[in-house]
């Protein structure tokens, strides 16, 4: 049988990374979020430090930078620091496709929609909800007040979104980019995970 993957993307605080595990534990898939940058480093032979470093972050100035001087072949003053990041991305990507053709699982960011976007058993899923309710979920998770909350989830995600818009040819969060776009607040998150069941067994009825 062919591996099927579900890769999620999700707007800081939304709850994707409960329905996530969710949807893993029903479905009998691996799991894998920040499990991701611990195995790409064990198969790399590096820390997973670079890689936690790095995780989900962009930096589109620095790497310009980085281009530039390689250009003109003058040693690049920031080698060690920003070249890094497009390898780090090229082998957290060799390990995404790797995993890919050995298991189902589920995912979440790390640009794995757009890294498997050939493959034709990716579904891809981003995860959303209304400022209220995921500043409500931060302070309860994070034990912060709403203010700082809602400071924390606008700067994580424009992170996110800088990451994926840099290293793919897609909008981060735009309903064009996805199979499936779902607000959490509509459905709850118990309904919201039912809901995604359903559309996986009608995409794999042989499966399920």
Wanted: hydrophobic share 35%; proline share 2%.
């Amino acid at each position: 049988m062919e591996n099927i993957i579900i890769s999620i993307g999700r707007q800081f605080g939304s709850g994707g990374r409960v329905i996530g595990k969710a949807l893993a534990q029903k479905l009998n898939f691996d799991y894998y979020d920040k499990e991701l940058l611990t195995l790409a480093a064990k198969e790399n032979g590096i820390s997973p430090e670079f890689f936690e470093q790095s995780d989900e972050k962009s930096f589109p100035l620095l790497e310009r930078a980085s281009q530039w001087f390689e250009n003109l072949g003058i040693n690049n003053p920031f080698s060690s620091s920003v070249l890094s990041n497009d390898a780090l991305f090229k082998m957290q990507s060799d390990t995404i496709k790797k995993l890919a053709e050995e298991k189902s699982f589920v995912i979440l960011g790390r640009c794995s929609d757009y890294i498997l976007r050939d493959n034709p058993n990716c579904i891809s899923i981003f995860l959303h909800s209304t400022e209220e309710e995921r500043a409500k979920r931060i302070c309860t998770r994070m034990q912060i007040t709403e203010e700082e909350a809602i400071i924390r989830m606008r700067e994580e995600d424009k992170k996110r979104a800088a990451y994926y818009n840099f290293y793919s040819n897609k909008i981060w969060g735009d309903a064009k980019t996805y199979n499936l776009s779902i607000d959490i607040s509509k459905l709850g998150e118990t309904q919201t995970l039912e809901f995604i069941l359903a559309y996986i067994k009608k995409r794999f009825p042989e499966r399920f």
